[in-house]
């Protein structure tokens, strides 16, 4: 099992990335996928960003409305396009996966990828 994150850089405040995760061997079909931010700060858990399985999709509150999650099943592929960045939103970013249902607690979580840096700085 392996997931491949990619798409992290460096932004202005405003600006946009599109992250990727590609997952093997599991088939997105049965197998939902969370995106996740760590920040560097000591006891800060990982936080929930948005999920995705075939029959849900989750946001926290702070980023509604700014990230967009989707999926290619085909490609077994989820994007994360995020829009208007802040200074908020920096952090390494983890793409994740379970058996069916999408949550947004990094404890449901079975298989990690390996992370992709955002940075947004003027």
């Known amino acids: 099992v392996q997931l491949v994150e990619s798409g992290g850089d460096l932004v202005q405040p405003g600006g946009s990335l599109r992250l990727s995760c590609v997952v093997s061997?599991?088939?997105?079909?049965?197998?939902?996928v969370g995106w996740f931010r760590q920040v560097p700060v000591p006891g800060k858990e990982r936080e929930g960003v948005?999920?995705?399985?075939?029959?849900?999709?989750h946001y926290a509150e702070s980023v509604k409305g700014r990230f967009t999650i989707s999926k290619d099943n085909k490609k077994n592929t989820v994007y994360l396009q995020m829009n208007n960045l802040r200074p908020e939103h920096p952090g390494v970013y983890y793409c994740?996966?379970?058996?069916?249902?999408?949550?947004?607690?990094?404890?449901?979580?079975?298989?990690w990828g390996q992370g992709t840096q955002v940075t947004v700085s003027s």
């Open positions: 994740a996966s379970r058996l069916r249902e999408a949550t947004l607690n990094h404890y449901d979580f079975d298989y």
């Open positions: 061997e599991l088939p997105l079909d049965y197998y939902a």
């Open positions: 948005s999920s995705i399985s075939n029959s849900e999709i």
